[in-house]
């Protein structure tokens, strides 16, 4: 029992000194034209040794301390309570909805400007988990490129607004709508496709659209991005100092007030907070609709729900198209708030950034992902002091999630479908 | 009610059925019995249109299904209950058979649901049981259940006495019959021939994707070649 540990901890002793010291402890210096090598001072040498005992050391006790923390998921007051009855959980859940969907509508009246802009952030970030939990979580594919969609409708509204001069209500419903053709035309080739092989397709159907939009730049203007992206209005009122467009007046002149950037600020955040919870209850909606139930019986098992005539294209298609659609949705509020997109906005990072919230959230629960939606948006903002760790801290708070609750942070509890009986 | 003509069915290039020819009448209980690969599966699945018949015609009901979608053809009024059970294993009893039902209207499904308890009370006893936590029996009736759900005129089974004890066998072979007597069709894949042979009208033989014997069940079962390849002497 002891050799092992020992053998091991000294492993991973070595591997932490042969990974750090050539970051921490070798400096490049440039001199002139020529770069040298040069010895860190000894602090840093020392750090390097003292992190290698300390892995050492963790490793040798690892079975002891890891038991010590087995004990920890007890301090949880809730772990031992009895699970409620379904319908009073059902109840209690959409009581709680609809409290924080009242105080987020108030909320952005008493805080900063930061905070509100954040805010709009967390929101967009909904709509995308939303969506991208029919098609993962619900449906069961996996999808890594599910940021093309969001492109497809952040770009839809640029370009639409840079030639045509369309407005944001207009491109709304056009992007959401372009956005669930790309996911049609991209759930065809992969109908066949099962898990690991669906992912690279998807991830690479990601890279092309992010790709295609930073080369085609006589339309897109490439790597440069397009500007200048209109913000929305509110029933023909701008939000600006001054009316840019012929016919519109202005928000702060229609009701006698005195300008303030932050009217826009906090309007793009009602907008997208509208949208988010319309978002959740279509969404719900087809939870409870019998596409719901086909999404997910083809998620446990396809042979069996193909054998009860359900069509496997039909199914897996209209997951597609409806998870794309809330895409383009978000992308189109996304353009409108930044007022500036470029294809750096639509890595495989923020595909991988949604998906993690699906998973952190639950797979196919609602709450569940909305609340990792603010988590992982919120958590690197609130972890700025830490500068340069930010995103360690992170990936760290990442992996202990899954550690101690590997199902989520609110797992989904399947809503029961009861027939009314007629006496 | 199903005819199969002269069926070719190929998984690329091997063909795994050489000309198959069965008949399965309305009101009947017909076996298919036959050793490990010799294409049993294969011809139900050929039936389903996954993978679709290479030459030959499959005819349910006078109508051509031989190259139909299989979603179309598992809707018109045939229902297939899968080797190894096949039910969702996240989702209750209850939403199982809902699956089951999933083209029928709400009166009908609570029709079909109250029957297929009446059927299996134990399912009733599970009703809100996830379905992946039963017994290998209660899964059983729940995928029979299932297939019910859509009020087949012809239900298909697929070795559903496949790692059960006897005496659920015995359950299960009881509730065919039953199903007989209700007017529903029943074409019965198995391995288990004493029972599958008992039970039947007529059986089928197959071996190495050729129909080898065909005759009643009850001849089948004295028939010396068939007792001592399947039944053991």
């Known amino acids: ?423 | 009610m199903l005819i199969l003509e002269d069926v070719h069915t190929h998984y690329g290039k091997i063909e795994a059925l050489h000309g198959v020819s069965v008949e399965v009448n309305k009101g009947e209980i017909v076996s298919l019995i036959g050793a490990n690969g010799a294409g049993k599966t294969t011809l139900l699945m050929t039936v389903c249109g996954t993978p679709q018949a290479s030459a030959g015609r499959v005819l349910l009901e006078g109508r051509d299904i031989t190259h139909e979608a299989t979603s179309n053809i598992m809707r018109s009024g045939i229902a297939i209950v899968p080797e190894g059970r096949r039910v969702f294993p996240g989702l209750t009893v209850e939403e199982n058979l809902h699956m089951g039902g999933f083209f029928n209207t709400k009166a009908e499904i609570r029709k079909s649901q109250d029957h297929v308890y009446e059927l299996f009370p134990r399912l009733k006893e599970r009703e809100q049981q996830r379905a992946g936590t039963m017994s290998g029996g209660e899964q059983q009736m729940l995928a029979i259940g299932r297939a019910l759900m859509s009020k087949p005129r012809m239900i298909i089974l697929d070795e559903p006495s496949l790692g059960l004890a006897p005496i659920i066998i015995q359950q299960i072979f009881e509730i065919i019959g039953q199903l007989r007597e209700e007017g529903i069709t029943v074409f019965l894949v198995e391995q288990n021939a004493h029972q599958a042979l008992s039970l039947a009208d007529r059986g089928y033989v197959l071996e190495t994707g050729r129909i080898r014997l065909h005759d009643t069940g009850t001849n089948l079962l004295a028939n010396p070649e068939v007792r001592e390849a399947y039944l053991g002497g």
């Open chain 1, 1 to 423: 029992m002891a050799t092992p540990n020992f053998k091991h901890a000294l492993f991973c002793a070595i591997v932490t000194i042969v990974i750090a010291y050539p970051i921490l402890g070798l400096n490049l210096v440039a001199e002139s034209t020529r770069v040298i090598v040069e010895g860190a001072d000894t602090t840093t040498v020392i750090s390097v040794f003292a992190a290698a005992l300390v892995v050492f050391l963790f490793q040798l006790f690892r079975d002891r301390i890891m038991a010590s923390l087995g004990g920890l998921p007890k301090l949880n007051p809730f772990a031992d309570r009895e699970h409620m009855p379904e319908s009073k959980r059902a109840r209690l859940e959409s009581w709680v909805l609809t409290g924080i969907v009242v105080l987020a509508l108030f909320w952005p009246f008493f805080v900063s400007r930061g905070s509100v802009d954040l805010a709009t952030l967390v929101l967009i970030y909904i709509m995308l988990a939303l969506g991208l939990n029919v098609v993962v979580g619900l449906a069961g594919l996996l999808d890594l490129g599910y940021v093309a969609f969001y492109a497809v409708g952040a770009y839809t509204f640029a370009l639409l607004s840079q030639y045509a001069g369309v407005s944001f209500w207009m491109a709304l419903p056009i992007g959401a709508c372009l956005a669930a053709l790309f996911g049609l035309v991209l759930g065809f080739p992969v109908l066949r496709l099962r898990g690991d092989y669906l992912a690279i397709v998807t991830l690479g159907f990601g890279e092309i659209i992010r790709i295609l939009l930073n080369n085609w730049t006589a339309l897109t203007g490439g790597p440069n991005g397009i500007g200048g992206i209109p913000d929305p209005t509110l029933f023909g009122m701008e939000f600006g100092r001054r009316v840019k467009e012929e016919g519109n007046t202005s928000f702060h002149d229609t009701f006698g007030i005195a300008y303030s950037s932050e009217h826009k600020v906090i309007f793009l955040y009602l907008i997208a907070l509208i949208l988010a919870v319309i978002t959740a209850l279509i969404i719900r909606r087809f939870m409870r609709m019998p596409v719901g139930r086909a999404w997910e019986a083809l998620r446990e098992d396809e042979i069996a729900a193909r054998s009860l005539g359900l069509s496997r294209t039909a199914v897996k298609l209209s997951a597609f198209t409806i998870g794309a659609f809330f895409a383009g949705f978000a992308g189109t509020v996304f353009a409108s708030k930044q007022g500036f997109i470029s294809p750096e906005s639509f890595v495989f990072l923020e595909s991988a950034i949604i998906l993690a919230i699906v998973v952190l959230g639950g797979m196919g629960s609602q709450l569940g992902v909305v609340l990792a939606a603010i988590a992982v948006t919120i958590l690197p903002e609130l972890a700025r002091e830490f500068s340069d760790f930010r995103m360690l801290v992170f990936g760290a708070a990442m992996v202990l999630m899954m550690v101690w609750r590997p199902q989520g942070l609110m797992p989904m509890r399947r809503t029961h479908i009861q027939l009314r009986r007629q006496e």
